[in-house]
């Protein structure tokens, strides 16, 4: 009940009592900007066309000493084909994010980075958007998904429609997770997602939405879960494809009258032992 109060109050308050900007301090943040004051979102760390970051992962790229300009070399393993980011996760941005996840508001100034990201992946063509889950036990305590506001104001700029009841988390992952290693963020979310409307990705092309990606390990564990049930449709529909086409194929003349003879003495209940051959 009191989450749902501060999600109906706290967007109101914020609107007639303006707050000092989270990431200066120093300035009161407007309407537009949310938590985050003029002056800081106008030097927030955003990704442009021409912003050097890794083609898979967006991982930002020092030209200068890194042997491959488009790859960042660590990212090989994972399921995704590719990240498409706003910025870096500091200044406006994070400031933005974490009021994001007590918040269910989406300020002008970030859909404005959101709706320039959308125009920068025009040329990939999605067929469905899905947001990464939060745990039941994580969603009843804040309320609502945050990745969801998110991919709603990206299907809104997009035109792609949003699915939420496709992909599942199982598993309930802890809340604070700055402190671990790569390995260890692996391993929070290994198996923690499953597929539970399979018919929702048939033959999509997915865009998966989440509000950070920090190690990787959760953009990767649902690409992977998705990809795998995808196969397996597919490799279904493709079975069934192929049982018909047998019907295409002519039976030999000696074989079929082998086979209504062994027909007619299996009415009789003679017992017929021949040899056929295979094909």
């Known amino acids: 009940m009191i989450h749902l109060v501060r999600t109906i109050f706290d967007p109101i308050l914020s609107t007639i009592l303006p707050e000092q900007c989270r990431v200066c301090v120093a300035r009161e943040a407007d309407l537009a900007g949310g938590v985050v004051c003029e002056h800081c979102w106008d030097a927030a760390p955003l990704f442009t066309n021409e912003t050097p ?30 990240t498409f980011a ?11 994010v974490i009021a994001l ?18 125009r920068r992946i025009a040329a990939w063509e999605f067929g469905i958007i899905i947001p990464v889950p939060l745990s039941r036990k994580r969603e009843h305590e804040r309320g609502f998904n945050q990745a969801e506001k998110i991919a709603r104001v990206v299907s809104r700029y997009s035109g792609v429609p949003v699915c939420s009841n496709a992909l599942q988390r199982t ?24 597929v539970v409307r399979p018919e929702l990705i048939r033959d999509k092309s997915i865009l998966l939405v989440d509000d950070v990606m920090t190690s990787g390990a959760t953009a990767d564990a649902c ?41 007619r003495r299996h009415r009789t209940g003679r017992s017929v032992c021949r040899s056929r051959t295979t094909f």
């Open 86 to 96: 706003c910025g870096t996760y500091d200044g406006a941005i994070a400031g933005s």
């Open 101 to 118: 996840k007590t918040r269910p508001v989406i300020p002008g100034r970030l859909r404005e980075v959101i709706r320039n990201t959308v």
């Open 53 to 82: 970051v890794c083609s898979k992962c967006s991982t930002p790229l020092d030209v200068r000493t890194n042997m491959h300009p488009k790859h960042c070399g660590s990212c090989e393993e994972f399921a995704f084909d590719r």
């Open 171 to 194: 598993v309930h992952t802890p809340m604070h997770r700055a402190g671990m290693d790569d390995r260890a963020r692996e391993m929070t979310v290994e198996k923690a997602f499953s």
């Open 223 to 263: 690409a992977s879960i998705l990809k795998k049930e995808r196969r397996k449709l597919f490799d279904r529909s493709h079975h069934r494809s192929r049982r018909p086409l047998c019907l295409n194929y002519r039976i030999p003349t000696e074989y079929r009258t082998a086979a209504s003879a062994d027909r």
